[in-house]
């Protein structure tokens, strides 16, 4: 009997909001007073240069925001898509070309959150 272990997906759900939270709190977290608000940022990248003004803090917090925001919501439709997969796999009758002996070639064959029992 094949089983599917559902905690797969939502560690790797719980990881990426975790890391886009995370990502969030480090620029909330800056102020005006840090010196990178207050010069002129030079980027170089190969042949190309670029100079531009100090950043506007309050802009790139909103726009840091809408950021996660759409990643969050990018990671919860992915899970979503994940689980509803699954649930179609197992809807069906899967046949193969061939006979799986193994627990190796089960999850050669179907590299998913999959354990035999």
Do not use: W
Not at 7 to 29: P, Q, R
Not at 60 to 77: A, T
Not at 91 to 117: A, G, M, Q, R
């Amino acid at each position: 009997m094949i089983k599917i272990r559902l905690e797969g997906y939502s560690e790797t759900v719980k990881s990426k909001i975790f890391n886009d939270l995370t990502a969030l709190k480090v620029i909330m977290d800056l102020d005006n007073e840090d010196p990178r608000f207050k010069e002129e940022q030079a980027f170089t990248c190969g042949f190309y240069h670029f100079e531009s003004p100090p950043p506007n803090l309050e802009n790139l917090k909103q726009r840091e925001v809408l950021k996660c925001f759409k990643s969050i919501i990018g990671s919860l439709q992915d899970y979503l898509d994940e689980l509803i997969t699954t649930v179609e796999i197992f809807k069906k009758d899967l046949k193969t070309e061939y006979k799986i002996n193994s627990d190796e070639e089960l999850i050669h064959c179907c590299p998913v959150n999959f354990y035999n029992d």
